[in-house]
């Protein structure tokens, strides 16, 4: 499937010691593709701590074992929907899954890939379903970097009208099931990802 681009981007925080941006990539027809990319003015010791939106933020020294910040400076991050939902955080990976259960929300979010150095974290979350109409929220805080709690909004209409435009290219693949004794294929076959079609 080709996703409908987004084109979205803001400044999500900065201060004198970090700056925080989000940009809404992709929309499929059942959710969306974001992007977070933190940089910061000095290098810390052991990097830019897991900071992903789908991450739980390290915080203790690898090293020593002691706390990276003090309780209530750590980084923070959250997306809510315009009827105060926020996504349920799943691992890294391909989603969705026909084995995931269904999100208590309703909306999950799940993080594709991330990287980064001591000065610089970059992250692609994927969140499924399409969000309401109305406004799409970004928020977070993190007072160890000089950032309050922040907030910017952007309507979710793009989004939706960018998953309606996306493009499917084949019909979807059967179901997944592990190759049973006898039948011919060995291969692993892999849940199929709605993005792929």
Known sequence: MIPGACGYEAVLAASTEAIIT???????????????????R????????????????????????????RP????DFAVVFADGRTPERRPIGNSPSPDDPEPATGIAQRGQRDGGNAQHWDSLAWIWPLPPSGALAFLCSWPAMAIGPTRVE??????RAAGARAVELWPPLPAW???????????RRFPPDPRSR
């Open 22 to 40: 989000v940009s809404v990539l992709w929309a499929y027809p059942v959710g969306f593709e974001y992007a977070t990319a933190i940089r910061l």
């Open 42 to 69: 000095e290098p810390q010791r052991h990097g830019v701590p897991e900071l992903g939106p789908f991450f739980v933020p390290e915080s203790r020294d690898p090293d020593t074992g002691a706390p990276r910040y």
């Open 72 to 75: 209530g400076e750590e980084f």
């Open 154 to 159: 952007m309507d979710a209409g793009p989004i």
């Open 177 to 187: 099931h592990p190759p049973g004794p006898g039948d011919g294929d060995d291969r």
